[in-house]
């Protein structure tokens, strides 16, 4: 399969790959595949050339990860920021993304095979009309799929990802699903486009750089990080077992962190609740004041009514969402 | 075959972290070991005041090198390619030593670096700035013999107005405490912001953008979005610190703020000087 290289670990790797896995593994890792270029000035060949070797790297790392048992993958393929490059160096991306999925459609029968999802997230809008028509075929062949997630963020940036975010929640309000006091952390996150996903554990960046360069600012904010100076091209599965070496050194204090965050997320929507409730008896209760019991018969109410109204704001959401990527790209109507 | 695996990767875990507290004690015991050793020849030769040493805690400066410290540091910041407009100081440990991050922090002024922020995963400072305040003036007199708060000007982030931009102007450095409430709780409300506008009709969902979100989370028109954060603790992780201000942030770790020292810090702007930032190009 394109994708996917198909292949086994020797014996040394599947020996280290066992060992690490006595320990906890990440479930979702996300890759900064950076360093192509440079790859390509160091091998004096073209650039394309070092896009289409990062192109294998990235199967022959998905192979790596389907052994080691992560089962979701998000890569930063192309940033909003790349359109800056070259109009021959973009145009040779898009073509070689064409290439891939186009590739891709062609191999349905290995996809649901490995039961290989696909999404692509980001502002596919940007993207000529021939591309954004395959991914749709893409993404619609393989979104019943669920051994394996591969999320290709293209066209993407975090703060992109984000405002249109806090738009959609905008939408929810402008059509009378959600008030504005039900916006909440949870709800944004439920909004991004990495929505289906679970947070990444891990975060690997190749080619020395240590910075996030827009990259899924909001889901990795508890992450563990790991800066790696190989460049993407020339990744290896013993700089991948590094990198969740990392990860298992830094799990507890992550967990704790997490479960902290997670705590003092609960206590502010609580919080809220309670205010939000307050501000409801003010003026719309009868004026008499409710004794606890009420009181907490009462909060629970408006809780699960704010709950009720999420949901069906979410699924509206959805519909929307799907409906989009089915009627636009495809240019069905 | 299992329990093998398991027995394996607990010895490798183990040896993982001896080598860990065994590099920690290491470069401690160095660095004291190399300040006798620079302290001995300093007392055994005549040094002139124009070659720099190591600056040495256990010795108690007298006025006059306080200010050659001052120049010193400015000139150190004067020589690097690029300084980074706002500085951010992560502190991934479990207890804060507020000498160690004042010394940080009065550095960070004196090399000119124009902002600096303070973060940790607790609040901690946010909640007792009290203390890291007078611990920074404290050692801004120590260290640069300055007195009052003309060098320093403490802003806690909260919603920017106009009147804080004009304070800000009247100060050198700026100082920000930073707490995670400052990070999605903060986006969270800009968007409650803009919701309510929806809601009132004054603005419509396709108004938003990163610009205007963007608008909203910027404290005050002058605050640069910090350009290196400096994480001071073993966990690899930016542990919530304001998500949307790190898009093009340079992160550089250093083992621990305690005991750290002017030439660990200086080492690490160093570092970001040389760092290219291709934007997307």
Redesign the interface.
């Given at each position: 399969m394109s994708w996917i290289r198909e292949g086994e670990l020797n014996l040394i790797e599947k020996l280290s790959a066992?060992?690490?896995?006595?320990?906890p593994m990440p479930k979702h890792v996300a890759f900064i595949m950076d360093g192509n270029r440079r790859y390509a000035r160091k091998r004096q060949v073209e650039r394309q050339e070092g896009h289409t070797q990062g192109f294998d790297k990235l199967a022959e790392t998905l192979r790596w990860c389907l052994n080691l048992s992560i089962h979701e993958v998000t890569v930063y393929a192309f940033?909003?920021?790349?359109?800056?490059?070259s109009k021959d160096e973009v145009d040779g991306l898009m073509e070689l993304a064409k290439q891939k999925f186009i590739r891709l459609l062609e191999e349905q029968d290995n996809l649901e095979k490995h039961g290989v999802c696909i999404r692509v997230l980001g502002d596919l809008t940007l993207l000529p009309l021939d591309l954004q028509q395959h991914i749709a075929r893409a993404v619609v062949a393989t979104r019943t799929h669920n051994k394996c997630f591969l999320n290709v963020c293209f066209a993407y940036?975090?703060?992109?990802e984000?405002?249109n975010a806090?738009?959609?929640?905008?939408?929810g309000?402008?059509q009378g699903l959600i008030?504005?006091?039900d916006?909440?952390?949870a709800l944004?996150s439920r909004c991004l486009y990495s929505s289906n996903s679970p947070n990444p554990d891990l975060l690997i960046r190749t080619s020395g750089?240590?910075?996030?360069?827009?990259f899924l600012?909001?889901q990795?904010?508890?992450?563990?990080?790991?800066?790696q100076s190989v460049l993407w091209p020339e990744y290896s599965f013993w700089n991948l077992c590094d990198a969740i070496?990392?990860y298992?050194?830094?799990h507890r204090?992550?967990q704790k962190?997490r479960d902290?965050?997670r705590e003092?997320q609960a206590l502010?929507q609580h919080e809220a609740d309670r205010a939000c409730l307050a501000d409801l008896l003010q003026h719309h209760g009868n004026g008499k004041p409710l004794d606890a019991q009420r009181r907490r018969e009462a909060l629970l109410n408006y809780t699960a009514s704010r709950e009720e109204r999420v949901q069906d704001f979410l699924g509206a959401l959805q519909a929307l969402v799907r409906s989009g990527t089915d009627v636009g790209r495809l240019g069905l109507s | 075959m299992a329990i093998v695996y398991e027995f394996v990767w607990q010895v490798l875990h183990v040896l993982l972290h001896i080598h860990r507290t065994l590099i920690t004690w290491f470069r401690i015991r160095l660095r004291n070991w190399n300040g006798r050793l620079w302290s001995r020849a300093l007392t055994a030769l005549i040094v002139p005041m124009a070659l720099s040493f190591p600056n040495q805690k256990n010795i108690v400066p007298a006025p006059g090198k306080r200010v050659d410290r001052r120049y010193r540091w400015g000139a150190d910041g004067k020589s690097l390619e690029k300084l980074p407009d706002h500085i951010g100081l992560l502190i991934a440990e479990e207890e804060p030593r507020y000498t160690d991050i004042a010394n940080l922090v009065v550095w960070c002024m004196a090399v000119g670096i124009s902002y600096v922020s303070v973060y940790d995963n607790y609040g901690v400072f946010r909640r007792d700035n009290s203390r890291l305040m007078d611990e920074i003036l404290k050692q801004q007199q120590e260290l640069l013999d300055l007195e009052g708060s003309k060098q320093l000007c403490v802003e806690f982030l909260n919603n920017g107005t106009d009147k804080q931009d004009q304070q800000v102007l009247s100060c050198q450095s700026v100082l920000k405490v930073l707490s995670p409430d400052d990070g999605k709780l903060r986006i969270v409300q800009a968007a409650q912001q803009l919701c309510r506008a929806v809601e009132q009709r004054d603005k419509t969902s396709k108004d938003i953008n990163v610009t205007v979100l963007d608008s909203l989370l910027r404290e005050s028109k002058s605050t640069p979005d910090p350009d290196l954060v400096l994480k001071f603790g073993p966990v690899e992780s930016t542990l919530g610190f304001l998500p949307w201000h790190i898009r093009l942030t340079e992160f550089i770790s250093l083992p621990s703020h305690v005991g750290v020292s002017y030439e660990d810090l200086f080492s690490a702007l160093q570092r970001y000087a040389s760092c290219e930032q291709r934007l997307g190009k």
């Open positions: 066992n060992i690490l896995k006595a320990g940033s909003i920021e790349n359109f800056k490059r940036t975090s703060r992109h984000i405002a806090v738009g959609e929640m905008a939408w309000v402008e008030k504005s006091s916006v909440s952390e944004l750089e240590v910075r996030l360069s827009d600012l909001w990795t904010s508890h992450s563990c990080l790991v800066f070496l990392q298992q050194l830094n204090p992550l962190a902290q965050h003092g502010q | -």
